[in-house]
């Protein structure tokens, strides 16, 4: 059954039919909240508003795009106007930490490379790449991590933008001319 | 072409952001132009920093089954605020006739405080409810514990003696009686539902699963199968499964159990709830087209092996393929 048949029946009440199509997007959707924030709260916060507004809209969606670009659409949205709950965006080395400690407890072996000293610097690598998206505006930040770290092609994101390929150009220029003016020194 | 427009190139081909004939183009100039290949190399950097030191977090699996729990609760809540108040005023679904009503009773409440401003009713003289409050079959409450609250003064009583308000009395009520008494299943499924300590909702489970079948009514129905799909604690959700199980097998309980085993972040309860798929097929009902459809994607998709095996069993009994 594809997306526009379970779109019909999710509009006609059948919430099994819902859930199918959110199965089929919500990873995705869940990717690009958890590249975008840095906290797992706000990531699922993201998450669940996309999904509410899906929920919201799904009557009056009228099959004029894919219905996985519509989730797209509406999930730039919801990023571009996220704002923290409690701005209680974690230092990348504590999330670096709770990892870690989620590892043990699995009984995972680390690789004898990993040592601390190479943890802690590629935990000031992660946490200068944060400062540095963070220094980007919403627009420019959200390309930049669905080109680099997602790998959506432009004509992709530029319909998630509902904008053309040529504005995608524009915000992934100024954002990768900023992103290696603020990291020079520390790559 | 100029060498700003060969700067421009290079920044947007450090994200894969041109074509092979533009990367061609570059590449060629690279080779005779110290600048540019200085910062082509700045910008490999860069691009192995970001996919080496990824930042953000991760979207495992654990966090995209907390999202999908907590979505879960919050369309069921959705779902009863629309039927409270959207649905009622939605004209797309209803008509105007909603609006109609609404507005004859906003005419009809002003009228009434008009009435009340111009004409003052008497004094009350009966008692409030709380002081005809009696205990009433199994039940009673206990003595010296009511609690009073939300005190709301109407009448002052200045110069007549007398004094009106209303207030809120909160009394803890025990009860005895049997399990299949309707009164007691009432509460057990209040409990269920909306009680705040998970120990008390299983508890609550536990009693209804003790019920006879025959006396379990469409509300506890309903209820279990609220508990099931929304409760956030994995061993109500279980109980509540074992006690659907023992109903009879109908479209409710069936889209119930493919909704956890589509969505449950619980293998244990994914597991649990394809058996019990598996039983009322063999026993009840065979298999129809949704629970095929389910138990396809489940065989390709479930990250639990038992979960993948047992939905490509489930098939070729059914199907024969």
């Known amino acids: ?187 | 072409m100029k060498h700003d427009e060969y700067r421009d190139l290079l920044l947007l081909s450090a994200s894969g952001g041109i074509d092979a004939d533009e990367q061609a183009v570059l590449e060629r100039h690279l080779k005779t132009c110290d600048q540019c290949s200085r910062e082509y190399g700045e910008l490999q950097n860069l691009h192995r920093a970001l996919t080496e030191h990824r930042p953000g977090i991760e979207a495992d699996e654990r966090l995209l089954n907390e999202a999908r729990q907590e979505l879960r609760i919050a369309l069921r809540k959705e779902a009863l605020r629309r039927s409270a108040w959207f649905s009622w005023l939605d004209p797309g679904e209803y008509g105007p006739a909603p609006r109609f009503a609404l507005g004859a009773a906003f005419t009809l409440a002003i009228g009434f405080l008009l009435g009340r401003s111009l004409f003052p009713p008497a004094p009350v003289q009966e008692n409030l409810p709380v002081a005809s409050l009696t205990p009433s079959g199994g039940s009673r409450p206990e003595e010296g514990r009511t609690k009073i609250t939300n005190v709301h003064f109407i009448d002052h009583g200045r110069g007549t003696g007398e004094i009106e308000f209303t207030f809120d009395a909160v009394t803890p009520v025990r009860m005895r009686g049997s399990i299949d008494d309707p009164k007691i299943q009432k509460v057990l499924t209040h409990a269920m539902l909306n009680e705040e300590n998970p120990g008390i909702r299983l508890q609550a489970v536990h009693a209804i699963n003790r019920q006879d079948v025959e006396s379990q009514d469409s509300e506890t129905k309903s209820a279990l199968i609220k508990a099931l799909a929304a409760d956030a604690n994995a061993g109500v959700r279980k109980e509540a499964l074992n006690a659907l199980r023992r109903l009879p097998f109908d479209g409710e309980i069936k889209k119930a159990l493919l909704r956890t085993l589509m969505s449950d972040g619980n293998p244990g309860l994914r597991v649990a709830a394809i058996n019990a798929l598996d039983s009322a097929r063999t026993s009840v009902s065979g298999v129809d087209g949704d629970i095929l459809n389910v138990l396809k994607e489940k065989a390709e998709t479930d990250d639990n092996n038992y979960i993948r095996v047992k939905a490509r069993a489930v098939i070729q009994e059914a199907t024969g393929q």
């Not at chain 1, 400690?101 to 690789?111: P, Q, T």
């Not at chain 1, 770290?149 to 150009?169: F, H, S, W």
């Open chain 1, 1 to 187: 059954m594809d997306d526009a048949d379970l779109v019909r029946k999710a509009q006609g009440g059948d919430i099994l039919a819902f859930e199918q199509l959110v199965f089929r997007h919500d990873k995705n959707v869940l990717s690009i909240a958890a590249r975008y924030v840095t906290s797992a709260d706000d990531a699922k916060d993201i998450y669940q508003e996309v999904f509410l507004r899906v929920y919201r809209g799904l009557k009056r969606f009228r099959f004029r795009s894919e219905f996985s670009t519509w989730v797209h659409r509406i999930t730039v949205n919801v990023c571009l106007t996220h704002r923290s709950r409690s701005r209680r965006t974690l230092p990348t080395l504590f999330l670096n930490d709770r990892n870690d400690e989620d590892a043990d407890s699995h009984g995972e072996i680390r690789d004898p490379a990993w040592g601390p000293d190479h943890q802690a610097v590629s935990a000031d690598i992660s946490s200068r790449i944060e400062k540095a998206l963070e220094s980007l505006s919403p627009k420019q930040k959200l390309v930049f991590t669905l080109r680099h770290m997602e790998g959506y092609r432009l004509q992709e994101i530029a319909l998630m933008m509902n904008c053309v390929e040529g504005t995608v150009k524009r915000y992934l220029f100024t954002a990768t001319r900023r992103m290696r003016d603020q990291l020079r020194d520390t790559l």
